[in-house]
T-cell receptor, first 115, second 111 residues
Framework: GAVVSQHPSWVICKSGTSVKIECRSL??????MFWYRQFPKQSLMLMAT?????????EQGVEKDKFLINHASLTLSTLTVTSAHPEDSSFYIC???????????FGQGTRLTVV | QKEVEQNSGPLSVPEGAIASLNCTYS??????FFWYRQYSGKSPELIMS????GDKEDGRFTAQLNKASQYVSLLIRDSQPSDSATYLC???????????FGTGTRLTVIP
């Protein structure tokens, strides 16, 4: 299957700081990327859908001003957690697909710990 | 009502047995269904996809879909200790490629 690379795989930051997570499709052009969050022992919850060159669509309850998503190219999307708080500590996972009817592939995930 | 529901388990089976994992979904018009395996601390990996009613087999894995009952299952034959993981059922949403995930079933295969 196609390769999606997510970086960093883990990060620890102080409360109030911002953290950027990158998601890259290495061998295909991703017109759509998805960002999920997974708390311990819970399932993946979709945060937002981003399409290259347009604004992301956020799921209900997800603050778009706190979780900034940029999808400026067909191979890169970034999620920035602004003014991070301990309750933002979670496993963040991206997935990418070439188009609406194609399979989506997951990145390795980023473990964020806010202290 | 949750979009996708799974029995959270844990489910324990002896090595060599058949593990049966079940999932129901709420959106009757859903057309695409997936089973992912997730090891602790890792990202999900796709095991099976199924789109039409009936069975789909791939090696030791068989996915079963019954759209009338809104039910999807995954059978793992000859279970191995390496199959111990959380299995996530996912259903593609109406908007693009977004997936709705169940809470996952934790499977333990006992040697």
């Amino acid at each position: 299957g196609a390769v999606v690379s997510q970086h960093p795989s883990w990060v620890i930051c102080k409360s109030g700081t911002s953290v950027k997570i990158e998601c890259r499709s290495l061998d295909f052009q991703a017109t759509t990327m998805f960002w999920y969050r997974q708390f311990p022992k819970q399932s993946l919850m979709l945060m937002a859908t981003s399409n290259e060159g347009s604004k992301a669509t956020y799921e209900q309850g997800v603050e778009k001003d706190k979780f900034l998503i940029n999808h400026a190219s067909l191979t890169l999307s970034t999620l920035t957690v602004t003014s991070a708080h301990p309750e933002d500590s979670s496993f963040y996972i991206c997935s990418a697909s070439e188009g609406p009817n194609t399979e989506a592939f997951f990145g390795q995930g980023t473990r964020l710990t806010v202290v | 009502q949750k979009e996708v529901e799974q029995n959270s388990g844990p489910l324990s089976v002896p090595e060599g047995a058949i593990a049966s994992l079940n999932c129901t979904y709420s959106d009757r018009v859903s057309q695409s269904f997936f089973w992912y395996r997730q090891y602790s601390g890792k990202s999900p990996e796709l095991i099976m996809s199924i789109y039409s009613n009936g069975d789909k087999e791939d090696g030791r894995f068989t996915a079963q879909l019954n759209k009338a009952s809104q039910y999807v299952s995954l059978l793992i034959r000859d279970s191995q200790p390496s199959d111990s993981a959380t299995y996530l059922c996912a259903v593609k949403g109406r908007r693009g490629n977004n997936l709705f995930f169940g809470t996952g079933t934790r499977l333990t295969v006992i040697p």
